[in-house]
């Protein structure tokens, strides 16, 4: 069964503990942290000092932290420390990507690598090795209650298909505009972990909405 992971941009940020503890299972341990510098994307959110609080008071999460912003690479121990489980930088940004990756697993964290819907799967192929995880944003970068582009779901295919090929166990992860209807085609193309944000924070009964995700099919 795939994972959900809620984007806590959503969230109640006067009241984020609380909002964190409603989202959390068992069986859905993950939150998506997105940090945003308003250069890479046209938006601004939240970063190293809100992650340390959190990851004090929901020790329990696994924290997925999604960064978009230009040079990650001065910044990946600060979230590893912080707290994060996995750190995600964009194969658009400024600083050298493989290093990075490296950089994040020798932190000792999961290394993941993130593409903006106008750039092609394959130009990540070259980088696959270095990462365990790839994540696929369905809608630009940069707010959430975007509407998913169907695009994306080719792109996991296509990932899914050359990490098969490869032998490589890649995780796929899918991120904008994920709900119980557009999370069908991605289960069915391969994905293991949906981002959703507003589909999960807006909704008044979280937890029933996460299951809806996880469980959709075709
Ligand atoms: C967008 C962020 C997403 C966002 C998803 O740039 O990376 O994680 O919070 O929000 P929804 O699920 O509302 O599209
Ligand atoms: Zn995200």
């Not at 997925?64 to 230009?70: N, T």
């Not at 796929?172 to 119980?180: Q, S, T």
């Amino acid at each position: 069964m795939p994972q959900v992971a809620p984007s806590i941009l959503s969230a109640d940020f006067a009241n984020l503990e609380r909002d964190c503890r409603r989202v959390l299972t068992q069986n859905s341990p993950i939150l998506h942290f997105d940090v945003m510098d308003g250069v890479f994307v046209p938006n601004l959110s939240i970063g190293v000092p809100v992650l340390e609080s959190l990851k004090k008071a929901v020790p329990e999460a696994i924290y997925d932290v999604h960064l978009m912003i230009v040079r990650p690479a001065a910044y990946v121990e600060a979230f590893a420390k912080a707290g994060a489980n996995y750190i995600t930088i964009h194969y658009e940004a400024e600083s050298d990507v493989a290093d990075t990756l490296q950089a994040i697993r020798a932190l000792g964290c999961k290394a993941g690598l993130s593409l903006r819907p106008g750039t092609p799967p394959e130009a990540l192929f070259p980088l696959l090795d270095a990462a365990d995880l790839v994540l696929v944003m369905s809608v630009e970068p940069g707010f959430g209650g975007q509407a998913f582009m169907p695009g994306a779901v080719d792109k996991i295919r296509a990932l899914r298909a050359e990490a098969a090929r490869r032998g490589l166990p890649l995780l796929l992860e899918v991120d904008g505009g994920i709900n119980a209807e557009t999370a069908k085609p991605c289960i069915a193309a391969g994905v293991d972990i949906l981002v959703a944000g507003s589909a999960v924070f807006k909704a008044e009964h979280p937890v029933a909405v996460i299951g809806a995700i996880a469980g959709a099919t075709a």
